[in-house]
Each structure stands twice: as C-alpha cells, then as structure tokens.
C-alpha cells in the first residue's frame, strides 16, 4: 500500500468508497493496472492483513458489535424496530456474517432481466461466478477452481449432532438430501457451501486485499473516512467530502458503500427523490428513485434447548432446507429454514441451543430507505415494511410451521429438551401474531438503487452501475441488484463486483 499522505495530494483516478464486499473486490481488480491510481476510503478501522482482531476471523461470532454501523430499521407493522447489523470494518459485512456462500439462482438472475438490465445473462454471470471462487467440490461446469475467494462445502459427517438431525428430520419428512447448493438444483436439505478455511473466515478483506495486494504502489487504502457525500462539477463527480470536511479528488468514484449507506451518501449529494431532497434543502443534482425500492428477507427465529446427547454447538453454522412454499410460484424456491447453533448456549437450560430460523427469501413487500439529516453521522431511516402483503404473511406463517414440525419429529425430537422460543405454550393458531411481533432481518438488503435499462421507472444507475444523467460516478454493491435474490446475498455482491469490473474496466 502506497504512502497515504503523499498519495491523497493528488486526484486519484478512480476513488472507493466503501471496502466491504464489493469495495474490496474493486479496489484488488481495479489496481491490477499499475497505471492506475486507486484509493479505497473505508468508514470504519482498516487492519493490516496480519492484525485482524480474532473476532473478526471467526464466523461463529456473528454479528460483531464492535464492529457494526448500528442500524435500526422498522421491521413491519407489529415491529417497530429491530437491529440491522451492517459490517463496520474493512470487508463490511462479509467480515462479520455467519460465511454462508452460496449463489443467487440462474431464476433470480434472469428475473432481473425484465428491469431491462443488459449482459446480465446467466451463463454471463456464472462465468463471473467460476472466476471469483476456489473450491474443491462440485461439478467443474458449475464452480470454480482457481478464484480468490475460497469455498468449502461443509460435510455431514462435520456438522454437530443437531445439525445432522436436522438434515435428517428433513429428509424423513420427504426433502431431498442436496450435495451442492451452488450446483444445478439446490431445492432440499443438506450442509452449506461456507467461505471459511481452517476455521477463519475468507471475508472480501481476507480474500482479494492480501498483503501482496496492499504492497501495490498504486493503491492506497484509508480508514476511519465517513464519507458525506459526492462532489461535483454540474453533472460530473470530481471526488467525495468526508464528515470531518477533507476533500478526495477522483477522476471518477464508485460508491461500495453498501444498500444503506450508498443509497444515503447519494441522498446527501443531491441524488434521489426530488420532493424529498426539497424538504431537506438539499439541491437536487439527479431527480432518480433512490431508496424507494428497498428489499430485504424478514426471518423469525424458532429455537430450542439441546439435549444432553447432542450439546455439541461448533461448527456453528452448516446446515440449510431451502424448498418451495405452497404459494411459490414457478420455478421459485421462496422460503429456507437454516440450522445453527448461534444462540449464545446461556439461553438454554442445558447450556447448548439450536436455531431453526425461516425465511421467506422471495418476498413481495418492499421498503424504503431515507434520511431526515444532511449529517453523515446521522442512521438512515430504514423501513423494511415486512410481510405486508398477505402472501408474504401465509409463506412465513407456513415455513414457520415446518420448523416445529421437523423439531417435533421422531428423528429431531430426542435431539431437543424443549422449544425456547416462541415457547410451548404458542400454539399454532397463536402464531401469526407471534410472528409479527417477533420479526428479524435475514441481513439480506438489496435495492436501494437498482441497476435497469432506460425506460425502466425503477432504475438508478445502469446495467454497469453507472448513475443515470451523471458523470463519472457509479454505484457497485448490493443497492444495484434489481430484485434480492432467493438466497445469502455475499457471494452474489462479490460477482457484481467482478462482473462490472470485466465489463466496465478489463476489456
């Protein structure tokens, strides 16, 4: 990594904000040039590859508060708030999540082709995804060999005694047992793909910013910015302004700054709804939907006491039913009951817990994302507006009761001393209530501006990121898909990072 102070006193050639999932993949990619000038702002610290804290490599620590942004949302009508933990550190939040890899489907990939969206088709995108992973399992037509981010596929035979029940249970009740989520057909039950290596998480940070990586003359890479917003010269960025009012110049910047902050950072910059940015006397540069198409996946935690025979809690996360609900409709796989063992084990009677946690990972409903201050200190507002249609209600309503009954079965049942929560006396008919008033987030959020063709009302920036109406400035992370996929969102951020980068950049 080059001198920070002497590089910052020239305008760099392309300026990041952000250094999470897609920063970091940017910021590794773009300096393979060594003609090019790269610098990497992140809001939070900025360890060297050789001084990060245990807690960030270990993914059974999840989340990580002293590493987190803090956010709350309104998580829907009967959950008024609820944390939204989002990676504060370099490698965002691929730095502190549970390491679950798996990839968007070629099904949500092609829905977001009615956005008008161009060189987005699967076979496109899977390349993609063969380029940024190394694996060793897996049929070689669909996973890749030699990437920077390492993939393993977790066993049965290394999953704790509660997670192969669950697996088991699943399977009893008519599921089929899937050896590779990321293959062909990831519809049923098995161990996840996960992006840790000898028990320490492969986050983007670990995965492409190497030391090697770090050493590039042309690449500086800076902590502790948060940035307010983007500077320009009519309808050109020229750089970024951080909360303590130092000055970036860039030739041209790319916000990674995630679905909530790049969507607040445009807003602040006079990018967004109009009306909005009006009432806030904010000058508005770009009258463009920002924030209004917020979508996340809500989840609702069931989960039990283990018994004395299967008190085993590590590895802590591995195993995944991912299945259709009655309502879903063609071709989607719209809810997943995931396994693990992250319920610190002090909640249960028997010190060991176990965590059956759904998801309707298709919803319907959407939210919105906006800011009541101009100061970049100052959380967004966050509405995830969950289960606000009937059908996403009657989803979540039906996988939760898959959960109890798998719990409940003859193969999981001798693996469990009692449900903790919602509890045994919730009886089903109680359910809908509990679950309301119970939501969480899957952390998931994707959306906030989203890539589509010209004609499409939705769209903020194009098929390569870049913001309609405006110069040099692009948006490259998890805000830009157009619809959230119908599974862990990481590996999916990554490859839109490594895919605009081959179409933007590399030809």
């Not at 939070?44 to 989340?63: H, I």
């Not at 161009?118 to 890749?144: C, H, I, P």
């Amino acid at each position: 990594m080059s001198n920070p102070a002497s590089a910052l006193n020239q305008p760099q050639d392309v300026l990041i904000v952000g250094g999470g999932s897609a920063g970091a993949t940017l910021a590794a990619r773009l300096s393979e040039d060594p003609n090019r000038r790269v610098l990497l702002l992140e809001g939070g610290p900025a360890f060297a590859s050789d001084a990060v804290p245990g807690e960030l490599g270990n993914p059974e620590q999840v989340p990580a508060p002293n590493f987190d942004w803090g956010y709350t949302a309104r998580g829907g009508a009967s959950t008024t708030e609820m944390a939204v933990p989002r990676g504060r550190v370099l490698g965002g939040s691929s730095a502190v999540n549970a390491a679950v890899a798996i990839r968007a489907r070629r099904q949500d990939v092609e829905s977001w082709q009615i956005h008008g969206v161009e060189g987005w088709a699967w076979d496109e995108v899977l390349e993609t995804f063969k380029v940024l992973e190394n694996t060793d399992s897996g049929d070689d037509t669909y996973r890749g060999r030699t990437g920077p981010v390492s993939i393993r596929q977790r066993t049965y035979d290394e999953l704790t005694p509660g997670l192969r029940g669950f697996i088991d249970a699943s399977i009893a009740d008519g599921y089929k047992h899937v050896d590779d989520f990321n293959g062909v057909d990831p519809e049923g039950v098995g161990g996840c793909p996960v992006n840790i290596v000898d028990g320490v998480r492969q986050s983007s940070a670990v995965a492409y910013l190497t030391a090697e990586v770090r050493r590039r003359p042309n690449l500086t890479i800076v902590g502790e910015v948060v940035v307010d917003k983007v500077l320009f010269d009519g309808t050109t960025a020229t750089g970024v302004i951080s909360s303590t009012r130092h000055v970036y110049a860039a030739r041209e910047v790319i916000l990674s700054a995630g679905t909530y902050g790049s969507a607040a950072i445009l807003l602040r910059s006079g990018v967004g709804p109009a009306r909005d940015l009006t009432q806030l006397g904010v000058a508005t540069i770009a009258d463009l939907p920002v924030g209004q198409h917020l979508q996340d996946q809500p989840i609702f935690y069931n989960a039990y006491a283990l018994s004395d025979n299967a008190i085993q809690m590590s590895p802590a996360v591995g195993s995944l039913l991912w299945f259709r609900s009655s309502l879903a409709k063609d071709g989607e796989l719209d809810l997943h009951i995931s396994a693990t063992h992250l319920l610190d084990g002090s909640f249960s009677p028997t010190g060991g817990a176990i965590v059956l946690a759904t998801s309707v990972v298709l919803p319907e409903s959407s939210g919105t994302l906006r800011i009541s201050s101009t100061d970049a200190n100052v959380q967004p507002l966050i509405d995830n507006n969950f289960l606000a249609t009937e059908r996403d209600r009657l989803r979540m309503l039906e996988g939760v009761k898959v959960s109890r009954r798998l719990a409940r079965s003859p193969v999981f049942g001798p693996l469990q001393a009692g449900e903790l929560i919602p509890g045994e006396a919730v009886r089903d008919e109680a359910l809908p209530e509990v679950i309301a008033a119970n939501l969480a987030t899957y952390g998931h959020p994707t959306s906030t501006v989203p890539m589509g063709g010209a004609t499409d009302p939705e769209a903020v920036v194009d098929s390569a990121g870049a913001v309609r109406g405006l110069q040099s400035l692009r948006v490259v992370d998890a805000s830009i898909i157009p619809r959230v996929p119908s599974t862990v969102t990481n590996l999916t951020t990554i490859m839109v990072a490594e895919h605009i980068y081959r179409r933007a950049y590399s030809r």
